[in-house]
């Protein structure tokens, strides 16, 4: 199994700190964003390359950084692809750049296992793998006990065995408070399937609607995250964040 973590986007809505910075290098409780996404791993059995997918600006930091990290835990193993987009005007989006990876990196031939790379939280992706690997396709998901904060994001009914039996991305009429959040889980037969939606012409952007699209089509299973999970988009939960993070940090 690779892990691909998405890195490439702009987070305009958080300039000026992220005109020079990627999102994902920030840092919270003391360390870059992405230090907590990749210490999560810690634990996954059978883990081969992690790529780290990010734009033409933002890649030699990011190599930076892996190399870095690398040195202190040489148990991981990183790969920087860079999608060769230079603005926010250009971007694959985070579903093109999910099958660019696939397809330029050849990873077809094993399950993936894909998180943002702003996607905090306080669990280890172990469990969540252990469960995953018995599956094609599952998704974390997250009760975020607010039917105002649902809007957000996507939100999934779940059937008796954990199967998503509906999906709607920021909804305007929720129907319960359970997110779907950016860590998934996909077989070689559902890593297939992304080059059949991108051709349909779907949105290439927002990776939670290809899982809209894929559960109609195969069982999408699901596994709840029970510690904290923090959504930064904007500087107050960046900054509230870095307050529940700083007392987290090893």
């Keep these: 199994m690779n892990a ?27 360390k870059p964003i992405i230090e907590w996404v990749v210490d999560n791993l810690a634990g996954v059995s059978d883990l081969e ?111 008796a065995e954990g199967i998503i039996t509906r999906f709607e991305e920021k909804p305007e009429k929720p129907q319960g408070t359970l997110a779907a959040i950016a860590l998934y889980y996909y077989s070689p037969a559902v890593l297939s399937l992304l080059r059949m939606y991108l051709a349909a012409g779907n949105n290439p952007d927002q990776p939670g609607r290809f899982v809209q699209w894929l559960y109609t089509r195969k069982p999408v299973h699901t596994f709840q995250i029970k510690g904290k999970w923090l959504d930064i988009g904007s500087k107050e939960t960046l900054e509230n964040a870095d307050k529940i993070l700083g007392t987290l940090k090893s």
Excluded at 5 to 13: C, K, M, Q
Aim: hydrophobic fraction near 40%.
């Design 49 to 159: 390359t992690i790529y780290v997918v990010t734009n033409d600006k933002f890649a030699a930091a990011f190599q930076e950084w892996s190399e870095r990290y690398q040195h202190r835990h040489p148990e991981f193993k990183f790969k920087i692809v860079r999608d060769g987009s230079t603005s926010d005007e250009d971007k694959l989006g985070a579903i093109g750049d999910i099958d660019f990876v696939v397809t330029r990196e050849n990873l077809t031939q094993n399950s993936l296992l894909i998180v943002a790379g702003d996607n905090l939280f306080t669990e280890s992706m172990a469990n969540f793998v252990a469960c995953a690997q018995a599956t094609d396709a599952t998704v974390a998901v997250y009760d975020v006990g607010d039917t105002e904060a649902i809007k957000k994001y996507g939100n999934v009914t779940v059937g």
């Design 4 to 30: 691909l973590i998405l890195a490439a986007g702009y987070a305009t809505r958080l300039y000026p700190l992220t005109l020079d910075k990627a999102k994902p290098l920030l840092v919270v409780g003391g």
